[in-house]
């Protein structure tokens, strides 16, 4: 693996990735106190000159609470019992979490009127309410 494919024309070097491996509490039975498998894969979001300056503020914005304070994205992965398998989904983690962030922001809602016959559809049916209601009401004292 050379570089990581983020989205369509971007993508990160090998190199700007830093990836760790630690004891895992994940399964492996008593394989999990001698091996390290647990992996942590950390990307310098704000740092790096592979993620042009829009898409590197969209993602800061919408990845704020992910980002430590030096605007790192770390993402860990224990699922599985060997080291490859883990980066390979911690991998495959920063790439989905980076392609989410990199999404264009949807369109702003334009807001629009009932249409008229909805407007009576709504009346009409609240009148309806109105004389069932009307109807389970105990008869006045006659």
């Known amino acids: 693996m050379d570089e990581l494919t983020v989205a369509n024309g971007i993508t990160i070097p090998r190199h700007e990735l830093t990836v760790r491996f630690s004891r895992s509490g994940g399964p492996g039975g008593q394989n999990v106190n001698k091996r390290a498998t647990r992996a942590e894969v950390v990307f310098d979001l704000l740092g790096s000159p592979s993620i042009p300056g829009e898409l590197k503020r969209r993602a800061k ?72 209601k009307r109807a389970r009401r105990t008869p006045s004292g006659e």
Not at 64 to 81: C, I, K, N, Y
Not at 85 to 90: D, K, L, Q, S, V
Not at 97 to 108: D, Q, T
Request: aromatic share 2%.
């Open 61 to 132: 914005r919408r990845l704020r609470a992910r980002l430590d304070t030096r605007g790192r994205l770390r993402v860990v992965a224990d699922d599985e019992r060997t080291q490859r398998a883990n980066r390979e989904i911690a991998l495959e983690r920063l790439t989905d979490l980076l392609r989410a962030a990199f999404e264009p922001p949807p369109p702003p809602r334009r807001k629009t009127k009932p249409t008229r016959s909805a407007r009576e559809r709504r009346l009409g049916e609240k009148k309806r309410r109105g004389v069932i």
